[in-house]
């Protein structure tokens, strides 16, 4: 079986993330039995009005943000959500995730980035109290999640590369859904979401990619391509 996976963001191939990606979906690929083809697309690409995504299995919003347009971005992460496509949103994709699920589902009109916008009042996504670049944690997930299905575990050690993440502001509206927290690390704060009602709409602040660079396939990966896979005979080519 063929499928296909659009990688949204700004290819750099100095990003450990980026370098990691292709790795991670091959040994996903490999390990699945499927004929597994990515593209990277620029956001600058995406037309917000018509992303142009037809005919992919799967979206994958990868790390190494600002992106070169932020409203590429959140159209293809839009795009996978309202039409029930396999998302995958890592670091940066995280951010935008939450960015594009707060104007959509929680009605705030112009959710800002405080990377983007410094001087906003009260940012969705804002600095972190500690900068996670270049470090590694644990993460504990929420039972019953996609994410614990994915790990098969209660936790897992997990690597970064990031200094923004949710306001601790905006997690109120993760408890009314249909987005809700899915992992935390040991100081309470947010480091996944997924989507109620969606196939497998997910994301982490941190990079589980970067196991692929020791030879591990990362889970969620896994669980990421399997879903593309098992809706790819039903979407339109």
């Known amino acids: 079986m063929s499928v296909r996976i659009a990688l949204v963001g700004d ?13 991670a979906l091959a040994l996903a690929g490999k390990a699945l039995d499927l004929d ?9 690409t995406v037309d917000p009005s018509a992303p142009g995504l037809a005919g992919f299995d ?31 949103g890592t670091c940066g994709g995280f951010q935008h995730a939450v960015l594009e699920c707060a104007a959509a589902l929680w009605g705030i ?13 009260d940012p969705v996504i804002a600095p972190l109290a500690c900068a996670l670049v270049e470090k590694g944690g644990r993460v504990r997930f929420v039972a019953g999640s996609t994410l614990a299905s994915a790990y098969g575990t209660a936790s897992a050690i997990e690597e970064y590369h990031c ?25 309470g704060d947010v480091r996944g979401v997924e989507l109620d009602g969606h196939p497998f709409f997910v994301a982490t602040l941190f990079q589980p990619e970067r196991g ?18 098992s809706g790819a005979p039903c979407r339109a080519r």
Request: with cysteine; proline share 12%; hydrophobic share 45%.
């Open 58 to 88: 799967g979206v994958w919003c990868v790390p190494a943000s600002p992106y070169r347009s932020t409203g590429g971005a959140l159209a293809a992460i839009r795009w996978a959500r309202e039409r029930g496509v396999p998302f995958l």
């Open 36 to 44: 597994l083809e990515s593209k990277w697309v620029g956001t600058e």
């Open 11 to 23: 290819h750099d191939p100095s990003a450990v993330a980026h370098r990691a990606i292709p790795a």
């Open 109 to 121: 009109p112009f959710p800002a980035h405080a990377e983007l916008d410094p001087g906003a009042a």
């Open 163 to 187: 200094s923004y993440g949710m306001s601790p502001r905006s997690r109120p509206h993760l408890d009314a859904g249909p987005l809700r927290a899915a992992a935390w690390d040991d100081d």
């Open 212 to 229: 692929a660079l020791r030879g591990v396939l990362p889970p969620l990966v896994r669980a990421f391509v399997a879903a593309a896979g």
